[in-house]
């Protein structure tokens, strides 16, 4: 059987993580987590590196 609640979760994660595809372009990640982040972030928000 499946449990709603992990099922609801996994849906909520990936959502979080999705950008369409006219908006990646726009989008970088960082060199050293591979979190997606603005080009206008001087640092990572995530991991503290710094972006070029």
Not at 24 to 39: L, N, R, Y
């Amino acid at each position: 059987m499946i449990d709603l609640s992990q099922w609801h979760q996994a849906i909520k994660a990936a959502l979080e993580d999705y950008i369409p595809d006219e908006e990646e372009e726009k989008i970088g990640a960082c060199p050293k987590c591979g979190k997606k982040v603005s080009p206008d972030f001087k640092l990572c928000p995530y991991c503290g590196c710094r972006l070029s």
